[in-house]
């Protein structure tokens, strides 16, 4: 884009009446390093499913980037630098098998003044963007709150907040806070008054407030879309406009339904008419519905879920969150997770995005790391990953995978190399430095640390977190498992065994790792990609298909296949490609790092056994 046209647009969108920031035009990028033909395109919602260029069903997996963000430690953003935001980057796909994240931006740091956005702010927001878009991972940004503002919280409170600026707070008459007696943070939500009347003000757009965000946001994605050549833009895949809605208090007759209906969806439809004029009509809106819908505690849960919202259609996502609060409680939840303990939460996010006619996304899942209630964490966790899998629990998956419902994208909170490290003044409090965990409301969820060398270094089972799944499907998916085989202390959880009456599948898995993906073909030429993880080397993998059969196999070509490639943007990391040449067909593929150099005979055995199996139940 040329300087004189830049400046043009800024003076429509000052005429417009937006906030508006100067900067130069974006350099030209390089496509990341590894990519092939097909990688690269922007992603668009078709028949509920995230799509690509090719046709292909797409998954999102990753994390939140990050936490780090609600902090003032670096003004707002998810890193200290550029550098860091690359290590980062690099990490958590070659670590953490990510190729996706959920990028939190900071409305306090990008308007710190009423009607003033922060240019610098915003420039290192997209330096820090690139890195992820670089290496190969796609990128939908968060305007991130909690509990509306740090601004509401005094210097010694127990708690803090994040999300709006202090002029936001300035411009309202809230109480003094405080929370009475609250044990969680999350409790200021419903039983801290001036945190309620704060909310409550901003969906009622009190003093103008709604209207200076959304302004805001426009200016934000107006930059970016400014500032990323097309290729990196290619990789931004929608914007999450607001985390974790709620009413804050019901005006007289309000239902939690009828809140969503009468404020949250209006403010969607106007976020969403702020990104068709700012560039981004092409790509979606991921909308979260009323925080509680979804609650799995009784008294907490809410109605809501977007009910009256009609057909979401394309341009929306349905955006959730699950966390078990019954297992943070410490007292709901007595001992661990088990298998198929989330099925019933996740087949709801399923089935009301497909009743909603959309994708849906699971933008945050977690549990703590420390605590009293840590010890849940390994079982937590593969439950929550094993439902976004599949909605059918293990024990009975190989007798009924029809019923295991699309594989849900999602993003685990969260990837924060600064975890332990941090150097918060909580709430600008000289007194109160945070140094452990989050530094954030005593949270610790991050997957990630730096060691003692200043290398990133996972900081929960590799197994749980670099896991096999179908990041592009030529076609439409018809049921995928992974079993991990992640472990509970020195206890390996196997949730999904191969059962007897597959006796040499059976034996080819042994103790390992599987994963086994069932689709139809679709009418386009890309392949099928499931992510390998670091478990699977390329010498100890086996793969077995009706598309081919192999032990060790191959680098990918157009003529293999059955094929391994790396996965783009340089990591290090790879993938497993499966290439049809037909449409309407079925196919499956067991992928395994179970055998040692499996003979010729067991590898026809296991491939006979599948090809009934797929046959009896498809």
Not at 6 to 19: D, E, F, K
Not at 83 to 103: E, H, I, K, P, Y
Not at 182 to 193: E, H, K, P, R, S
Not at 279 to 302: C, H, M, R, Y
Request: charged fraction near 15%.
């Amino acid at each position: 884009m040329s300087t004189i046209r830049a400046r043009v647009l800024l003076v429509l969108v000052v005429l417009c009446g937006l906030l508006t920031v100067a900067g130069a035009p974006p350099a030209t990028a390089a496509t990341p390093s590894d990519s092939l033909w097909f990688d690269g395109t922007p992603l668009t919602v078709q028949n509920g499913r995230f799509t690509d260029g090719q046709g292909r069903e797409i998954v999102l997996r990753g994390y939140n980037v990050s936490g780090e963000t609600k902090l003032e430690e670096n003004g707002g953003l998810p890193f200290a630098s550029v550098a860091d935001a690359r290590r980062s980057a690099t990490a958590l796909r070659a670590l953490g098998g990510g190729n996706a994240v959920r990028f939190l931006l900071s409305w306090a740091h990008a308007e710190p003044a009423r009607g003033r956005a922060d240019a610098a702010y915003l420039a290192a927001v997209t330096e820090q963007m690139r890195a992820f878009l670089d290496a190969g991972i796609r990128v939908y940004p968060d305007f991130h709150q909690d509990l509306h503002s740090r601004y509401l919280f005094n210097s010694g409170s127990w708690y803090t907040g994040d999300g709006a600026p202090e002029w936001a707070v300035d411009a309202g008459s809230y109480p003094k806070e405080s929370c009475g007696i609250c044990l969680f943070w999350g409790q200021n939500i419903t039983q801290n008054a001036a945190v309620q009347k704060a909310q409550y003000d901003f969906w009622h757009n009190s003093y103008g407030l709604q209207d200076a965000f959304l302004a805001t946001a426009e200016t934000a994605m107006v930059y970016l879309r400014q500032h990323l050549t097309d290729g990196e833009f290619a990789g931004v895949v929608g914007f999450d406009p607001y985390n974790e809605p709620y009413a804050g208090s019901y005006d007289s007759g309000q239902t939690s339904r009828t809140w969503e209906r009468d404020l949250l969806w209006p403010f969607y439809v106007k976020f969403r008419a702020r990104m068709d004029a700012a560039g981004w009509q092409d790509k979606p809106a991921f909308v979260e519905p009323n925080l509680f819908w979804n609650a799995n505690i009784s008294t907490q849960k809410q109605e809501g879920g977007l009910l009256d919202a009609a057909t979401l259609g394309p341009r929306y996502v349905f955006n959730t969150h699950f966390y078990d609060q019954k297992a943070i409680s410490g007292i709901l939840m007595w001992g661990k997770a088990a298998d198929g303990q989330y099925a019933s939460g996740f087949g709801a996010v399923r089935d009301r995005a497909s009743a909603a006619g959309t994708a849906a996304l699971v933008s945050e899942f977690g549990h703590p790391l420390s605590g009293t209630v840590s010890d849940k964490a390994p079982t937590v966790l593969k439950a929550m990953y094993q439902a976004l899998d599949s909605r059918v629990p293990g024990a009975s998956w190989w007798t009924n995978p029809a019923a295991s419902g699309p594989v849900l994208s999602g993003s685990q909170w969260q990837w924060d190399l600064y975890n332990g490290r941090h150097h918060e003044l909580m709430n600008g409090n000289p007194d109160k430095v945070l140094t452990s965990g989050d530094a954030w409301n005593d949270e610790d969820l991050s997957a990630v640390k730096l060691d003692d060398s200043g290398n990133a270094a996972l900081r929960q089972d590799a197994r749980l977190l670099d896991r096999v799944y179908p990041s592009a499907t030529a076609g439409s998916t018809l049921a995928f498992t992974y079993e991990d085989r992640s472990r509970d202390g020195s206890t390996t959880l196997t949730w999904n065994p191969v059962p007897s009456s597959l006796p040499n599948v059976a034996r080819l898995v042994g103790s390992g790792q599987y994963g086994l993906l069932v689709w139809r073909s679709g009418s386009g030429t890309a392949p099928t990609e499931l992510h390998l993880p670091a478990t699977f080397p390329t010498s100890a993998t086996t793969v077995v298909s009706d598309l081919g059969t192999t032990y060790a196999p191959p680098a990918h070509t157009d003529r293999t296949p059955v094929g391994v490639a790396p996965e783009p943007g340089g990591t290090g990391s790879r993938r497993l490609l499966l290439t049809d040449s037909d449409s309407g067909v079925l196919h499956y593929a067991l992928v395994t790092n179970g055998a040692t150099a499996p003979s010729a005979d067991l590898l026809s055995a296991a491939g006979s056994e599948l090809a009934s199996w797929a046959k009896a139940h498809f």
